[in-house]
């Protein structure tokens, strides 16, 4: 069974930084594309970022040369760095990974499959 846990949000001024972790048991990162969504109260979900299976890195411009994303596959942790963080990323963010029979997503320029989610963490920026 795939279990995806997402940690490391939290309440930060406009300006500060924090590091989201996504923790997979049950899941091989190898071969497959791993990704962050978020969700704002009455939006959408948006794909934030994604590392596809070559580690090419996709951005959403909104949060291009702001955030990070990284995987450690040793650890079986997706990382999400962010900085310089703006009211406007207020959301649950949810941590998302490939497979082969997922649902079709868009992260910038990466179109993939995407089959578990975690529950997600909350990050609040306040101005």
């Known amino acids: 069974q795939v279990q995806l846990v997402e940690s490391g949000g939290g309440s930060v001024q406009s300006g500060g930084s924090l590091r989201l972790s996504c923790v997979a048991s049950?899941?091989?990162?190898?071969?497959?594309?791993m990704g962050w969504f978020r969700q704002a109260p009455g939006k959408e979900r948006e794909g934030v970022a994604a590392?596809?299976?070559?580690?090419?890195?996709y951005y959403v411009d909104s949060v291009k040369d702001r955030f990070t994303i990284s995987q450690d596959n040793a650890k079986n942790t997706l990382y999400l760095q962010m900085k310089s963080l703006k009211p406007e990323d207020t959301a649950m963010y949810y941590c998302?990974?490939?497979?082969?029979?997922?649902?079709?997503?868009?992260?910038?320029?990466?179109?993939?499959?995407?089959?578990?989610w975690g529950r997600g963490t909350q990050v609040t920026v306040s101005s």
């Open positions: 049950g899941y091989t990162f190898s071969g497959n594309a």
């Open positions: 590392i596809d299976v070559d580690g090419s890195a």
């Open positions: 998302a990974a490939g497979h082969p029979w997922g649902a079709w997503y868009r992260v910038a320029g990466l179109s993939a499959r995407f089959a578990y």
